[in-house]
Nanobody, 121 residues
Framework: QLQASGGGLVQAGGSVRLSCAAS????????MGWHRQAPGKEREFVAVISWSGTVTYYADSVKGRFTISRDNAKNTVYLQMNSLNPEDTAIYYC????????????????WGQGTLVTVSS
């Protein structure tokens, strides 16, 4: 029901925009988050946006470089990632929460399959 796309190979300093398209149901009333899992590491919170788009939170490691946004008419959430570095290499997952926003992965009820972003140095 959540389909993430837009990943790929990018050089350090470059940019990528991820998309998460929802199907089968509307997620316009859900908080939507992006999370990532790097090789050998636990999955971690990256960013979240409220259903209205008025509230956003970011992990400290991406603050000022990543921007989360959403288009409820298109049932799609985006993650614009700029100034990428090799530490950003991970599988990125989009997920939906019934909470307004949450940084806890346990609060997310629906998960997409993930899209791989590889940043080369």
């Amino acid at each position: 029901q959540l389909q993430a796309s837009g990943g790929g190979l990018v050089q350090a300093g470059g940019s990528v925009r991820l998309s998460c398209a929802a199907s089968g149901r509307s997620f316009s009333r859900y908080g939507m988050g992006w999370h990532r899992q790097a090789p050998g590491k636990e999955r971690e919170f990256v960013a979240v946006i409220s259903w209205s788009g008025t509230v956003t939170y970011y992990a400290d490691s991406v603050k000022g470089r990543f921007t989360i946004s959403r288009d409820n008419a298109k049932n799609t959430v985006y993650l614009q990632m700029n100034s990428l570095n090799p530490e950003d290499t991970a599988i990125y997952y989009c997920a939906a929460t019934l909470k307004i926003v949450s940084t806890s992965l346990n609060d997310y009820n629906y998960w997409g399959q993930g899209t791989l972003v590889t940043v080369s140095s």
